[in-house]
């Protein structure tokens, strides 16, 4: 959700810049800008409508010397996406630049205030008012850039990442957070800004994570200085970063989506990796071994996620009450946020999120954390809010996923849960020995058995080519599938816009089966499973009105074959890892269908992969 980029150092800024705003485009891409300060002294302002390649095509004339700089990837929030709405925007002197991530809630009281002082706003973004009124606080005060941001921070309400360049100081930039993320770069006399490490990464792997209320004072030549707001100075604490380039590269896939969906079977040999021994005799999930005490006496366990990770948290839901007996429930970060939950003395709040930065969930970690539960993460992005504002957690360890639509964190993150549901229930003793072996062996190999899926790809691929032109689409799952049948509709409606519901397929005959037809495709999930013969005649009732089914089978199945119009079918795993390798087709479904119909699928319209507002 808009993406920033700084440089300061001795190399040109400019290529610098636009490197790491194509890595962050996945955060936003419907405009995008560059401020830097030229050889020549001259504080230049370049933007644009469009993706970041149009910024470039705007930018080839101009002057872009010049070795500071700031530049932004938007989603818009406040203003339409267009020249003037897009970020940077200068100070009413255009002495400055701001760009800026998250949302003023207090923007129209502050616009108001200096309206009425006699400033004149050029754009409709909340974002305009930080600048003018760091402006406005300087002249008046008669104190420098850091302080002025300072003072005006103290006024503004709501969520932002901001970064500034001056054009009187071209050796200082000035960047600032509070619930959206920023990682300063340090490298070798030269500094690096951005939302995430990925623009960082192929220069140092040298980085600081800003925390909340902190204030980068990034000086050439100069140590790396932190002050909070009010000017206490704090000590920078320096990491490594373990991602490498590679992984932030197409690989020779025609998009990330693609490469990410194929990447699957060693993501999740590394999630597994160091958790369960090379036997397949236990699992060690460090997170809930440490807290042992904690989790053997919940009474109670919350999930709170977004988006796919919802889907993942559903399928955790079945795992714990299934494997531990321990009650769970699972909730939208931005239901539980607002709604006055109870959260009782015993009760776990595990929080999920892919980024680790979704304004919802970082929210509800929040909530929960002041009504003193105690809060486990699963998250991929190391260092990210989340990861940070827990008390304990796991990472999902699938690397950077780049395409918007979730894939290989939505496997990672049912695999972690799978991994803490089988700790806790050896602790717990809910499992039986013979049982517990089975499923850590089961879950050992699922990564070969996602490469088998992966082989039937150009079938999928051949398949999807007969849906392209579908309006209307209904994905059918029980039991532990009804959530992987919900995250199949999401990967379909994101990526390619067609109209895609995911139901419990029981649940069919209460209402949604007036929409079939012979026009109505309907994917059902029906692998060999407990409730595999309630499935069939879930199907049956979809046939008798006409229906078109994919059926997503196990291998060998000819029950459901004989009743489907399509079959694509997936190795036999144990009955709470079918999600694991029922999501792949799905996923590849969503894919093919998309590219036929020539969508953007690694940045489809609309959506943005880092939702850090609201
Ligand atoms: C869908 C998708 C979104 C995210 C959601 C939560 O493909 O990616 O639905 O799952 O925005 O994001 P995280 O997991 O980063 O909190």
Same mark, same amino acid.
């Given at each position: 959700?808009?993406?920033?980029?700084?440089?300061?150092?001795?190399?040109?800024?400019?290529?610098?810049?636009?490197?790491?705003?194509?890595?962050?485009?996945?955060?936003?891409?419907?405009?995008? %800008?560059?401020?830097?300060? @030229?050889? @020549?002294?001259?504080?230049?302002?370049?933007?644009?409508?469009?993706?970041?390649?149009?910024?470039?095509?705007?930018?080839?004339?101009?002057?872009?010397?010049?070795?500071?700089?700031?530049?932004?990837?938007?989603?818009? #929030?406040? %203003?339409?996406?267009?020249?003037?709405?897009?970020?940077? =925007?200068?100070?009413?002197?255009?002495?400055?630049?701001?760009?800026?991530?998250?949302?003023?809630?207090?923007?129209?009281?502050?616009?108001?205030?200096?309206?009425?002082?006699?400033?004149?706003?050029?754009?409709?973004?909340?974002?305009?008012?930080?600048?003018?009124?760091?402006?406005?606080?300087?002249?008046?005060?008669?104190?420098?850039?850091? #302080?002025?941001?300072?003072?005006?921070?103290?006024?503004?309400?709501?969520?932002?990442?901001?970064?500034?360049?001056?054009?009187?100081?071209?050796?200082?930039?000035?960047?600032?957070?509070?619930?959206?993320?920023?990682?300063?770069? !340090?490298?070798?006399?030269?500094?690096?800004?951005?939302?995430?490490?990925?623009?960082?990464?192929?220069? #140092?792997?040298?980085?600081?994570?800003?925390?909340?209320?902190?204030?980068?004072?990034?000086?050439?030549?100069?140590?790396?200085?932190?002050?909070?707001?009010?000017?206490?100075? !704090?000590?920078?604490?320096?990491?490594?970063?373990?991602?490498?380039?590679?992984?932030?590269?197409?690989?020779?896939?025609?998009?990330?989506?693609?490469?990410?969906?194929?990447?699957?079977?060693?993501?999740?040999?590394?999630?597994?990796?160091?958790?369960?021994?090379?036997?397949?005799?236990?699992?060690?999930? @460090? %997170?809930?071994?440490?807290?042992?005490?904690?989790?053997?006496?919940?009474?109670?366990?919350?999930?709170?996620?977004?988006?796919?990770?919802?889907?993942?948290?559903?399928?955790?839901? =079945?795992?714990? &009450?299934?494997?531990?007996?321990?009650?769970?429930?699972?909730?939208?970060?931005?239901?539980?946020?607002?709604?006055?939950?109870?959260?009782?003395?015993?009760?776990?709040?595990? *929080?999920?999120?892919?980024?680790?930065?979704?304004?919802? #969930?970082?929210?509800?970690?929040?909530?929960?954390?002041?009504?003193?539960?105690?809060?486990? %993460? !699963?998250?991929?992005?190391?260092?990210?809010?989340?990861?940070?504002?827990?008390?304990?957690?796991?990472?999902?360890?699938?690397?950077?996923?780049?395409?918007?639509?979730?894939?290989?964190?939505?496997?990672?993150?049912?695999?972690?849960?799978?991994?803490?549901?089988?700790?806790? *229930?050896?602790?717990?003793?809910?499992?039986?020995?013979?049982?517990?072996?089975?499923?850590?062996?089961?879950?050992?190999?699922?990564?070969?058995?996602?490469?088998?899926?992966?082989?039937?790809?150009?079938?999928?691929?051949?398949?999807?080519?007969?849906?392209?032109?579908?309006?209307?689409? !209904?994905?059918?799952?029980?039991?532990?599938?009804?959530?992987?049948?919900?995250?199949?509709?999401?990967?379909?409606? &994101?990526?390619?816009?067609?109209?895609?519901?995911?139901?419990?397929?029981?649940?069919?005959?209460?209402?949604?089966?007036?929409?079939?037809?012979?026009?109505?495709?309907?994917?059902?999930?029906?692998?060999?499973?407990?409730?595999?013969?309630?499935?069939?005649?879930?199907?049956?009732?979809?046939?008798?009105?006409?229906?078109?089914?994919?059926?997503?089978?196990?291998?060998?199945?000819?029950?459901?074959? @004989?009743?489907?119009?399509?079959?694509?079918?997936?190795?036999?795993? &144990?009955?709470?890892?079918?999600?694991?390798?029922?999501?792949?087709?799905?996923?590849?479904?969503?894919?093919?269908?998309?590219? =036929?119909?020539?969508?953007?699928?690694?940045?489809?319209?609309?959506?943005?992969?880092?939702?850090?507002?609201?």
């Amino acid at each position: 959700m808009c993406g920033i980029v700084g440089y300061l150092g001795g190399r040109d800024a400019y290529p610098v810049l636009i490197k790491g705003l194509h890595r962050l485009e996945y955060r936003g891409y419907d405009s995008a %800008g560059i401020a830097m300060v @030229s050889a @020549s002294g001259e504080l230049n302002l370049y933007k644009s409508k469009g993706k970041v390649a149009d910024l470039e095509r705007f930018a080839e004339s101009k002057d872009i010397s010049g070795t500071i700089g700031i530049a932004h990837t938007r989603w818009a #929030t406040h %203003g339409e996406p267009n020249d003037l709405n897009a970020h940077p =925007h200068y100070s009413q002197s255009k002495n400055l630049a701001l760009i800026h991530n998250g949302i003023i809630e207090n923007y129209s009281v502050l616009r108001l205030e200096l309206e009425s002082k006699g400033f004149r706003f050029r754009s409709s973004t909340d974002t305009e008012v930080i600048v003018y009124l760091i402006e406005y606080i300087m002249q008046t005060n008669g104190v420098d850039l850091c #302080t002025a941001v300072q003072l005006a921070l103290h006024q503004v309400v709501g969520a932002y990442a901001i970064a500034l360049v001056a054009k009187d100081n071209p050796d200082q930039i000035i960047a600032a957070r509070k619930s959206s993320p920023l990682v300063v770069g !340090i490298g070798e006399g030269e500094y690096f800004l951005a939302s995430d490490a990925t623009p960082i990464v192929e220069y #140092t792997d040298k980085v600081v994570y800003l925390n909340d209320g902190e204030i980068a004072v990034i000086r050439r030549d100069a140590p790396l200085k932190i002050v909070d707001l009010d000017n206490v100075e !704090i000590t920078p604490e320096v990491k490594r970063l373990a991602m490498n380039l590679s992984q932030l590269e197409k690989g020779g896939y025609p998009h990330f989506m693609l490469k990410e969906i194929y990447e699957q079977p060693q993501t999740l040999y590394n999630c597994i990796r160091g958790r369960i021994n090379v036997e397949g005799t236990n699992v060690v999930l @460090s %997170g809930v071994i440490d807290n042992r005490d904690k989790f053997l006496h919940a009474s109670r366990i919350i999930i709170v996620a977004c988006g796919t990770s919802w889907h993942a948290a559903l399928i955790g839901e =079945h795992l714990i &009450e299934d494997l531990c007996r321990i009650p769970v429930e699972v909730e939208y970060a931005s239901e539980f946020r607002y709604r006055n939950p109870v959260i009782c003395p015993g009760d776990i709040v595990i *929080a999920i999120s892919q980024s680790g930065e979704t304004a919802d #969930t970082l929210a509800a970690v929040e909530l929960a954390k002041s009504r003193g539960a105690f809060i486990y %993460g !699963i998250c991929n992005v190391v260092g990210s809010s989340i990861a940070r504002a827990t008390d304990s957690g796991s990472y999902i360890h699938v690397g950077p996923e780049i395409g918007v639509a979730s894939t290989k964190a939505f496997t990672g993150q049912v695999t972690v849960l799978s991994m803490l549901a089988l700790t806790l *229930a050896r602790l717990k003793g809910t499992i039986g020995e013979d049982k517990f072996v089975r499923m850590v062996q089961g879950l050992q190999a699922i990564p070969d058995k996602i490469k088998e899926v992966l082989d039937h790809a150009d079938a999928i691929a051949d398949l999807s080519k007969i849906f392209t032109y579908a309006h209307n689409f !209904i994905y059918l799952g029980r039991g532990y599938n009804y959530p992987a049948a919900l995250e199949g509709a999401l990967k379909l409606k &994101e990526i390619s816009y067609i109209h895609a519901e995911g139901y419990p397929a029981a649940e069919m005959k209460h209402g949604p089966i007036a929409l079939i037809d012979a026009e109505m495709p309907v994917v059902a999930i029906a692998t060999t499973d407990s409730i595999y013969e309630k499935t069939i005649s879930n199907i049956q009732e979809i046939k008798a009105r006409r229906g078109k089914v994919i059926a997503i089978v196990t291998e060998g199945d000819s029950v459901v074959r @004989s009743i489907a119009d399509y079959c694509i079918e997936v190795p036999r795993v &144990e009955e709470p890892f079918a999600p694991l390798v029922a999501s792949v087709p799905l996923q590849l479904l969503a894919y093919y269908i998309a590219v =036929h119909k020539g969508r953007d699928v690694d940045q489809p319209r609309n959506l943005a992969k880092s939702v850090t507002v609201e």
